[in-house]
């Protein structure tokens, strides 16, 4: 008989609090697995300080081998923020679900994204708000049914759904980084988490990295349909890809900054 | 067998996910619908599933004034969990029913509790259905335990719980009216069995029932050495490694997998519902599409070549 393995899991993964609280089929783990790896090879386990806001992704407490600390409705910005004035040798990570982080705390993000905070910012779509029981969010698509639209989401009523990438990148700074990836496409979304960790390392700017996540719970769905919502809809409503700062194109095309005051 | 007085009172435990909270609300709709006043109302904490997920249910023709209550006529526990959980609503006229495979912790627990009945739900449906109908022989043997739900009732309650997937698939439609079936016969069984409620309920292995219970199948009771044995499978060019303890059943590697070999294995996992094998399809190409998006890094392929990817 072959000698037992244990689970191949990134080694900062903490194995106690496995099986982790996430839902089955939860997307929080494989965008989690994918943090954990990129902390890992970029060689960052020894400094890097996870923070979880409220929400599912508030379920990551004990997720990490790392200094861990939980804030809610998307303090979680701020808090890191503050830490990185004091403590700038240490790599900060902010995890957010969509609610904590375009809704309840939007004026944090994009305070952070103006002043170009060096945070890696990491928010999990899953267009709902999961841990309270799938109502409408933000980024809850046009005609999809939750919680509070059982009729579907009604774009004259409740407004387009909202494009967190776009809107980091409409106010970052140059230098910031900003993509958006997708547990569907697990190699591409890590690189994008190690570019974001990097921009904050050597670059000490702002990363905002957006992951479209699952919730076959909220959504109702088995596994093909949970698939099926998140590649065929949600990616045609959020393109993957990284996102150029404007305020870094602006300035490479010259004018459109506003005039200085002498 | 059950005439308390007053209404029924009823309380169900089980893992989330198991399946209690659907149960208790066919209990309820089929009683409302066969006349009776019927209350359900689910008790379980942040986690959606995972957690141990309480429901209370009552039944009766006196109406309904709060929805908890102390002492519970009826017992259903599913997990270990459950069974260590449902301690407090245990009167001395109160019967309870729990899966057979919890014998040990049941006498363990509650040596002197004397209306305790075991049914064999979570083999039989192994064993002669699919894992995931495991709650649904349940719903049967509670619904024959009350006395009081007309098999019509509980039958056209399951139809408008769970009609919308017997739409996409009719065979499961076939196999959740047989396990309810098989639910109704068991506990028939375990009571004739019972004889005078000496608390032997001993009516417990169903036609071909001498493989005893996996670890995994005991809730999950944290993750003690030994429990991360991973189930070896060798398919194609890939050597297989499933881990139990991690896997809760999600389906996602089995929609992702190219050549399609993975598909639901009869061994449970972490939250009690069925884990996965290969062997289902054309053989693996070790691509490690599972492993990738496995949100529980319950998946490991090894090629056999030895080959790194």
């Known amino acids: 008989m072959l000698p037992a393995r244990l689970p191949q899991m990134p080694e900062v993964w903490r194995l106690e609090s496995k099986p982790h609280k996430f839902c089955p089929g939860c997307g929080h783990g494989i965008v989690l697995k994918c943090l954990g790896e990129a902390v890992e090879e970029l060689g960052l386990v020894d400094r ?3 923070a979880c806001d409220i929400g599912c992704s508030l379920l990551a407490w004990d997720f990490f081998n790392l200094d861990t600390v939980q804030t809610h409705h998307g303090r979680t910005l701020p808090v890191l923020a503050g830490l990185k004035r004091v403590r700038p040798e240490l790599v900060v990570v902010a995890y957010m679900g969509d609610g904590g982080a375009y809704a309840i705390g939007a004026q944090h993000l994009v305070a952070s994204a103006g002043r170009d905070d060096p945070v890696t910012v990491i928010v999990v779509n899953n267009t709902v708000y999961a841990m309270t029981g799938g109502q409408m969010a933000p980024t809850t698509l046009p005609e999809e049914k939750t919680e509070t639209t059982p009729y579907g989401r009604r774009v004259e009523e409740n407004g387009p759904s909202l494009r967190g990438p776009e809107l980091v990148a409409s106010i970052a700074s140059p230098g910031a980084y900003v993509a958006r990836g997708s547990v569907a496409r697990v190699r591409q979304l890590k690189g994008f988490i190690k570019k974001g960790l990097r921009a904050q390392v050597e670059g000490g700017h702002l990363a905002f990295i957006e992951a479209l996540s699952t919730c076959p719970t909220n959504w109702r769905t088995n596994a093909r349909e949970t698939w099926r919502f998140l590649e065929e809809k949600m990616h ?7 996102y150029a700062p404007a305020q870094a194109v602006r300035e490479e095309g010259g004018g459109a900054q506003p005039p200085r005051k002498s | 067998m059950l005439n308390p007085q007053g209404n029924l009172k009823i309380v169900l435990a089980g893992e989330g996910g198991q399946g209690v909270q659907t149960v208790a609300e066919i209990m309820a709709e089929a009683a409302f619908r066969s006349g009776y006043q019927a209350l359900y109302i689910p008790s379980f904490g942040v986690e959606q599933r995972g957690g141990v997920s309480l429901a209370f249910v009552q039944v009766g023709r006196q109406p309904i004034g709060a929805p908890v209550f102390y002492t519970a006529d009826l017992v259903g526990a599913f997990s270990l969990r459950a069974v260590k959980k449902i301690g407090g609503y245990l009167g001395d006229e109160t019967w309870l029913f ?8 049941v006498k363990e627990l509650y040596p002197s509790l004397e ?8 083999e039989v449906a192994r064993e002669e259905m699919h894992p995931r109908v495991f709650n649904v022989v349940i719903l049967g043997a509670l619904g024959e335990a009350t006395g009081l739900l007309p098999r019509e009732a509980v039958t056209e309650a399951l139809e408008r719980q769970l009609g919308h997937k017997f739409a996409q698939d009719p065979s499961l439609r076939e196999m959740n009216y047989r396990a309810l079936e098989r639910g109704q016969e068991l506990c028939r069984l375990a009571l004739a069995g019972e004889g005078a409620a000496g608390g032997q309920g ?3 292995r169903g036609p071909g029932g001498e493989r005893g219970p996996e670890k995994a199948d005991r809730g999950r009771g944290g993750l003690v050495p ?3 044995e991973p189930i070896i499978t060798e398919d194609g060019q890939g050597r297989f490694y499933l881990y139990p303890a991690l896997c809760k059943g999600c389906g996602l590697c089995i929609e992702k997998c190219p050549v399609r070999t993975i598909g639901w294995a009869r061994q449970l996992g972490a939250l009690g519902t069925p884990v996965v094998e290969p062997g289902h399809g054309e053989p693996c190409i070790a691509c490690r599409q599972c492993q990738l998006v496995c949100p529980d890094c319950a998946i490991w392929i090894e090629r056999r070549d030895g080959d790194k990817p």
Not at chain 2, 115 to 122: D, H, K, N, S, W
């Open chain 1, 48 to 50: 890097t300080v996870f």
């Open chain 2, 226 to 228: 030994g429990s991360l």
């Open chain 2, 98 to 105: 729990y899966d057979a495979h919890l014998e040990e912790e």
């Open chain 2, 202 to 204: 001993e009516v417990r």
């Open chain 2, 115 to 122: 209306r305790r009945v075991a049914i064999p739900a979570l």
């Open chain 1, 236 to 242: 045609k409503h959020f393109p993957l890809g990284e």
